[in-house]
């Protein structure tokens, strides 16, 4: 079970529409430059499927719950959870993971 100072993973996968493909990359390029600035994201970066270009992961690395927590009620994230999914051929999936102790 994890600890709650312990960090937060996440992998969101997006399965792009063709043709809102540049409102999306604007959409999550500020979003990946806002979410860099916030206080206890360790990492925050959008990669392309090799193979298939509008199949897109989203990684996160979130010091604590508490700060994913904030990054939540941030205006940057609100109005990208607001948004996405019009750009999206289904709805994104969110995984979160925990690192498993040796």
Not at 8 to 32: G, P, S
Not at 51 to 78: C, F, M, N, R, V
Request: hydrophobic letters at 30%.
């Amino acid at each position: 079970m994890r600890q709650e100072d312990e960090m937060i993973i996440l992998n969101v996968f997006f399965d792009v529409a063709q043709q809102h493909e540049a409102e999306f990359l604007k959409l999550l390029n500020n979003m990946v430059v806002e979410s860099n600035k916030e206080d206890g994201c360790h990492l925050y970066q959008l990669w392309r499927n090799d193979h298939d270009p509008y199949s897109y992961a989203l990684i996160e690395h979130w010091e604590s719950q508490e700060h994913l927590t904030a990054h939540g009620k941030t205006p940057h994230w609100i109005h990208f959870n607001d948004t996405v999914n019009g750009y999206l051929k289904s709805d994104y999936d969110e995984h979160h993971y925990e690192e498993i102790p040796r």
